[in-house]
């Protein structure tokens, strides 16, 4: 089973974040959350989870040794005993997904609700998701529902990062898509 985020399908209605945050492990914190595409311009939501990364950026930098990642490639929160609060980990992320929760003192973000992926059961987000822009299945089933692709090779620069979290994209050449922040900002002040 593996997780496909299809953000063209995302409609904005929080359901993942509320379920999220039902989540037993998570007391009564979403790890996900709806970022607008563009605020200014239209209601377009996305939703932004942990993308699972195969050398995840945030535990090469934490200093407290405090990020672990599973034997299944789940990078998990970290630890709170171990967690200095030190900010690394969001700064690093080429997603931007880790948040420092400041009353837990401890960094937390999406862990693909290991308590229930580990026991044969789909993330809380992807069961209440009404659109299907969060999926928890295989890659044939996806295949065979939507015309977009499943990527999860992702460039940063001269940082080429896989991640088991899939993304879908309309159908495309390339089998990993490109950021170019530097080019993205160059835009912004125009």
């Known amino acids: 089973m593996e997780f496909f985020i299809d953000p063209s399908r995302c409609i904005g209605c929080q359901a993942c974040v509320h379920a999220c945050a039902e989540c037993e492990s998570h007391r009564g914190v979403s790890m996900i959350h709806l970022d607008y595409v563009d605020r200014s311009s239209s209601p377009q939501t996305t939703p932004t989870v942990c993308m699972h990364c195969e050398d995840p950026t945030c535990a090469r ?11 299944e490639g789940v990078v998990q929160s970290a ?11 969001v700064l690093a992320c080429p997603f931007g997904v ?5 009353e837990m003192d401890q960094m937390m973000k999406c862990d693909m609700c290991y308590d229930r992926t580990s026991a044969d059961l789909k ?4 069961t209440v998701c009404p659109s299907g822009a969060l999926f928890f299945g295989t890659k044939e089933e996806i295949e065979q529902k939507r015309q977009e692709k499943p990527i ?6 001269r940082q080429v ?13 390339s089998d990993e898509m490109e ?12």
Do not use: W
């Not at 930098?61 to 034997?71: N, S």
């Not at 999860?152 to 620069?157: A, D, M």
């Open 179 to 190: 950021f170019d922040v530097a080019s993205f900002c160059e835009g912004v002040g125009s």
């Open 98 to 102: 880790p948040r420092y929760l400041g």
């Open 61 to 71: 930098v934490c200093p407290a040794d405090a990020i672990k990642q599973t034997a």
């Open 123 to 126: 993330p809380m987000c992807a």
């Open 79 to 89: 630890l709170q005993p171990r967690c200095i609060g030190c900010s690394n980990c």
């Open 161 to 173: 990062v896989t991640t088991k979290v899939h993304l879908m994209v309309g159908d495309t050449a």
């Open 152 to 157: 999860n090779r992702f460039t940063f620069g």
